[in-house]
């Protein structure tokens, strides 16, 4: 599957936290910690764990930009 | 300003295209590209341009994981 | 690539409208309609037209529910 | 109340699945299941339950599209 | 139509800006004013004119926090 | 930090709901309250408490219209 999404980032997942029902999952992208809130039933299906490679997917209507 | 955000990505604006009310700006993170979708007023405000500067804000919960 | 998103709908195209950067697509899923608003250049890379086969993916925390 | 939002799907909740603070809804649209992810609050508001008629509603900008 | 929202703030119209597919709605809620982006189509459909009154509706998962 | 999302009130931190992973902070803004949806780690992280001045923060990509 392709997806419209503009940013699909290439990482590492380092870390996954489950919740009641939502997941924490941080992947590292060439050293940049990426986290993402997603749903324990994607994670599971996905079977993501530390150590596998995944992509933090957003789009681009979700990014803003800052400053210092 | 501290925000809530967990994705605070810092980078250097690569490009910045503005159409009618929306611009896209694009950000280079660590060798890695991302593009946000913000309002041509917010370029302005923050004097976006390539070479400046800038950080790639996204919310965790608007991140998604995919794998291949 | 399979994504963490959980909607993902299939459809068909049934109207892509362009503006200055963003389009919007109309996506015929099951009979409902369903619009996304996405960049122009990912309307081309995906190569989106009327009749084209899609899926409208929706990340469900995206999703509010409302009743009459 | 009208909204704006371009994606007002009618269909019957399946099921309500809470957590500590954030529910899962499942909605049955034309025999497509869209989920959602809103607060236990709004379930509670809403009287949300499965067999109950509702609307899932999507911003246009929240959607994106994808092919195989 | 009652929505899940958590946020649904009453106010005045004081502003619309249409682009070519997209617009920019500010409305004054208690003397803040909040910007709305949203389509065009939307902007027509709900009659939205400076002076009208109308809520602006925000998915509590939508709202970042901030600090000084 | 400076920041592209066009909505930024100003308001005090009423209330903070924990839960396993998620967050609800309620913001009272001129009278307003507006919830957000963050991360337990964010709430930490910032220091958020009932009494403390913050800002809700949504991009206004993010912000939909109703109307009676």
């Known amino acids: 599957m392709r997806i419209s999404a503009r940013n699909q980032l290439k990482g590492t997942v380092v870390a996954v936290e489950k919740g ?3 997941a924490h999952v941080r992947i590292d ?3 940049t910690i ?3 809130s997603i749903t324990n039933q994607a994670v599971d ?3 993501l764990a ?3 490679e995944a992509y933090a997917v957003v789009k681009a209507s979700d990014v803003m930009v800052a400053v210092d």
């Open 50 to 52: 530390a150590g596998k």
């Open 20 to 22: 009641a029902t939502t």
């Open 45 to 47: 299906e996905l079977g």
């Open 34 to 36: 990426v986290t993402a």
């Open 29 to 31: 992208v060439g050293g």
